[in-house]
Nanobody, 121 residues
Framework: VQLQASGGGLVQAGGSLRLSCAASGRTVSSAIMGWFRQAPGKEREFLSA???????TYSDSVKGRFTISRDNAKNTVYLQMNSLKPEDTAVYYC????????????????WGQGTLVTVSS
């Protein structure tokens, strides 16, 4: 499976961005998909995961601001990010095929290349 993340960019605090993660190579419709981020000097942080049937989980840091969704027909997962803050600045990664509940980055088999999100104050 190859994952292509896109949609990052520069946005002002309070703004919104939508990240996309397009999968190729095989269908990921039955896979748990997740989003993580990593800021400079920090560990990779779990943000959100979505199961094959649309069940979702979020970290406390993004709950209520970010929304994960998937379009199995397009083999794509999205992360809608609203009310962005400067501390959301990081490289955002999508991942596929978790073997646990989706919150542990070590349990994913496939990773995208990352897309940079910069939030200015």
């Amino acid at each position: 499976v190859q994952l292509q993340a896109s949609g990052g960019g520069l946005v002002q605090a309070g703004g919104s961005l939508r990240l996309s993660c397009a999968a190729s190579g095989r269908t990921v419709s039955s896979a748990i998909m997740g989003w993580f981020r990593q800021a400079p000097g920090k560990e990779r942080e779990f943000l959100s995961a979505i199961s094959w049937n649309g069940g979702t989980t979020y970290s406390d840091s993004v709950k209520g601001r970010f929304t994960i969704s998937r379009d199995n027909a397009k083999n794509t997962v999205y992360l809608q990010m609203n009310s962005l803050k400067p501390e959301d600045t990081a490289v955002y990664y999508c991942a596929a095929d978790s073997t646990d509940d989706g919150s542990t980055w070590l349990m994913y088999d496939y990773w995208g290349q990352g897309t940079l999100v910069t939030v200015s104050s």
